[in-house]
């Protein structure tokens, strides 16, 4: 069993940043991606950002290409989410969440571990 647990969320204001963690444990951990994705207050979990576990592919949402970097530490079995000019837009849950298998990253139902969230909070 894998266990993903997030960490870094907080409260910060627009325009700052926060760098959110994800450390994973459990069985030897090797999955084929990491992703992270949010949830605001009445709307669905949407995709944020997803990376390979191997190889530097990146995929980023649309709402956050350019602000937004994830990367990892394989030696670590740690994500990272590195945000850079938050706005109210980006207040969120933040989860982090590992596929063990091709697919579209942007689909949350091929992640199989879930991380318990950890909260984004921008004001203006």
């Known amino acids: 069993q894998v266990q993903l647990v997030e960490s870094g969320g907080g409260l910060v204001q627009a325009g700052g940043s926060l760098r959110l963690s994800c450390a994973a444990s459990?069985?030897?951990?090797?999955?084929?991606?990491m992703g992270w994705f949010r949830q605001a207050p009445g709307k669905a979990r949407e995709f944020v950002a997803a990376?390979?576990?191997?190889?530097?592919?990146?995929v980023y949402a649309d709402s956050v290409k350019g602000r937004f970097t994830i990367s990892r530490d394989n030696a670590k079995n740690t994500v990272y989410l590195q945000m850079n000019s938050l706005n109210s837009e980006d207040t969120a849950v933040y989860y982090c969440?590992?596929?063990?298998?091709?697919?579209?990253?942007?689909?949350?139902?091929?992640?199989?571990?879930w991380g318990q969230g950890t909260q984004v909070t921008v004001s203006s």
């Open positions: 990376i390979r576990w191997s190889g530097a592919s990146t």
């Open positions: 969440a590992a596929r063990d298998y091709s697919g579209s990253y942007y689909n949350q139902y091929g992640y199989g571990y």
């Open positions: 459990g069985r030897t951990f090797n999955p084929y991606a």
